[in-house]
């Protein structure tokens, strides 16, 4: 057992909202340790490819964006929550390009895009890789600083002790390190890996959500809702094999593709919330109103041929590089898609500094619960995420130092 220096905030996590709770509470004057079960790099966030939204266009608002997450969520989110997140959108992009994000622009502003169960265009990319340059910039700004990154460090056990917490992590060489720290930052994600795993179906996650994380915030005592309410998104690439379980950037229905069945029939509106048009291709499918893939996978068409080239170029070049390399042009053809589990929409229960019912005890990102209530809208996460892992961030830090 080795025992490392005590301190200030413990951050579980190395995605989005780690990085962005990390780099906040350190620049708020506190020792930081930044923890993660694999490589720094390896998170859900630095696999999203759609884009963040808020509220930029001359006919948008703050208070539109909420009443778009309040309307995707039936009514369920957390209305204080939302609001924070909406209002501290545009200021969230302004940090993330500080830290040196580029966001893909055009006629002197961002490039905006419609997605599902949005009424206003509101999502601002980098290209299709826009987790991918989002993490990138918040590890880059961490790794500059004086916080120090525990790579290959899996939590497994948290204790309340008198004046904080000890932390637990099992090395893969069976060596146990335990960290003194005055306040925790769960920043572990969701569990959408291990929960597809369990159900034998396809995912889009990275193999690191698996949720132990959550069980141990649960076994403290802390308090979740929303936890049996998962996320499929509408687009798993279904065919070829080598595409089953990436996710279908929205984007491509933002820009003109719709979902089509065996008919060439438009079967239910492209661009409403995830869960409506995940519930509706299955419900086509169910008809037998789909197709086959060539290993008897179901599914119905998108078809991408309607996106305009130009689009496709600017936007979607990641997902344009990775089909033609397989053989198959999505601006030539339609592509095959059925949906795949993608987002676990509940979580631990934070207020609105992040911390859970637990006293120090913080939470961030997909592991926590509220702000979309039961039903995310696409490309509110990474927002989420950078939101409130800024608050989570610097409310551990002022406590810490209090
Ligand atoms: C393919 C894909 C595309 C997406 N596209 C978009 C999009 O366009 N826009 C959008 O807003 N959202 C999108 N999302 C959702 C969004 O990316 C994630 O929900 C969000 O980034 C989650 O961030 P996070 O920091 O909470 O968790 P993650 O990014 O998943 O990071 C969790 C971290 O915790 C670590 N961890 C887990 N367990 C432990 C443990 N026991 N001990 C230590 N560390 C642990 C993991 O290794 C990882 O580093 C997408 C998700 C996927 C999978």
Redesign the pocket.
Known sequence: MTVSRPFDVLV????????AAAVSAERAGARVCL????A?Q????????????AAFSSDDSPEQHAEDVWRSSHETADRRLVEILTCEAPGAIQWLEESGVEFTRENGGYRLARCGGATRKRLLQVGDR??HVI?QALRESFEASQGTALPH????DLRPVPNGWTAT?RLKSGDQVEISTVTVIL????R?YREAEERGELS???P???G??TKIALSLGAEARDLDALQY?PNGGAWPPNMQG??I??TTRAYGAVLLNSEGEEFTDSLGPRDAVSDAIFAEVEAGRGTQTEDGRPAVYLDTTRIPREDAEISLPYMLRRYRASGIDPLAEPILTYPVL??QNGGLRIDEHGETTLEGLYA????AGGTHGRNRM????????CVF?RRAGRAAAERARA
């Open positions: 579980v996590g190395s995605g989005a909202s780690g990085l923890i993660t079960k694999g720094l390896s998170c859900n966030s630095a696999k999203a490819q759609g884009g963040i939204q826009t987790g993490t460090h899996p939590l497994v992590c920043a572990a994600g969701g959408c889009t996650n990275h690191g959500a698996t132990e994380v998104h990436y996710s950037p929205e993608h987002y961030c990102g997909e592991i696409m490309g509110n996460s990474l927002l989420e995420c892992g």
